[in-house]
């Protein structure tokens, strides 16, 4: 029992939150509202620092909306079976269309703690598409996807060598 209890202290840090990588620094912040209505959302700063030496960029910083977290999600899931995902927040259509500034700072921080858990990961840290995530720049339209893999793609054949792994 105290060795459990030893083992939960020594994964929280000292203000009792969870404890995260020391190869990166994460940080969600800045949500914007975008729009108007229906279409309105929320845009977040996404700003990471690493030590990693798969990085060519040590510290980068990207905007991203929720539907691009889903996305990084869903492809963690897809590319890493069997490795357990942090959650994102749920989907919450009501709360989204009123957009309070309690909802938006509660997404704000789920974020911020689903990003650091996936950064604290020794595999999905090293990851292709976390990569893709807090490199790429947004693109729209029905290039994104095209522009996604092509960068996954230089990311494997530029990363895969480095790391002693081969390319796909």
Known sequence: MQAGAA??????SAG????????FEVAVT???KQGEGVSAYVSYKVRTHTRLPQYNRPSCEVIRRFRDFVHLESTLADKHRG??????????????????????????????????RVAAHPVLAKSAELQL???????????RWLAD???????LLVVAPR???KAP
């Open 30 to 32: 800045d949500p914007v």
């Open 83 to 116: 490795i357990i995902l942090p959650p994102l927040p749920e989907k919450n259509a009501v709360q989204k269309f009123q957009m309070s500034q309690e909802f938006i700072e509660d997404r704000r921080r789920a974020l911020q703690v689903f990003l650091n």
């Open 7 to 12: 083992a939960a202290n020594a994964s929280s």
């Open 16 to 23: 009792g939150g969870p404890a995260y990588s020391s190869d």
């Open 149 to 155: 893999r092509l960068l996954l793609l230089v990311l």
């Open 133 to 143: 995530f807090w490199k790429q720049r947004r693109t729209h339209g029905p290039w």
């Open 163 to 165: 790391s002693g792994s």
